[in-house]
């Protein structure tokens, strides 16, 4: 859509921003979608579902849908979402064309842009569908442009995050004993809870606190069988204060008792 003369949107009286009731859902179509439809979170959290995919979708994730995609989408009643929807065609079939989902870094210009666009419509504004025309172009052009550059730092991103995920898995392993908590790991690495807990478990394999539990365990076998101390005296060094849930514990992960090790 970088090439496409501005002449060639067609615009659509289908947009809005809309702050989305706790009931609101996007049912599936009798049919597929009619044209293209620019999609933006502004607030509030849910889950798209596009051709079949799932996406779970907050502050600035956007979309565009294209001719014949198939979607629905719900959100949480408790935290409800808030989003700008703009319908529009193509005169001429485009040769750059935005991804279909992505998350926008850039939101202030962005949202400038979608702000603007609904409000020439609001009223009778003069020179409007010229206007929106550009808007919809600018927009596009953002939308690519940001593919372009997020697509160069994803390598150097990937990496970071590697990096900095077992850097707290290695730390975790080197101190069993401490009272990890998801927010404190979490801060640890700059990250925020969700995020890094769903990467945690991508990258190690293991949820955060199933990793922390069965660093402890590793620690305890350690601990019993080579350091000669007491059950208690290894509960006591790694933390618990109840020594029938450490021993519960112990044998979920081991299928032994602690007793048994020594």
Known sequence: MLHINPDHFILKPALATVD???NW????????MPNYDLFYVWTGEGTVVLNGKSYRVEKGHCFLFKP?????ATHNPQNT?????IHFDI???????????QVIESTIDFESLLVRYVR???IDTFGADMEAKLIL???????????RENGKLVNDISNHLLE???EIANYIQQHPAEQHTIESLAARANLSQRYFSEKFKEIIGQTVKSYIVNMRIKRAEHLLHFAGMTVTETAYALGYNNLHFFSRQFKKYTGKNPSEVR
Do not use: N
């Open 120 to 122: 020439l419509f609001l």
């Open 164 to 166: 900095t995920i077992r």
């Open 20 to 22: 989305c009731e706790p």
């Open 68 to 72: 014949g995609d198939v979607v629905t």
């Open 91 to 101: 005169s001429e079939i485009p040769q750059l064309v935005p991804p279909a989902y």
């Open 25 to 32: 859902k996007w049912r599936k179509r009798d049919k597929p």
């Open 81 to 85: 979402l808030k989003l700008t929807y």
């Open 137 to 147: 172009k600018q927009l596009m052009i953002h939308l690519l442009r940001e593919e």
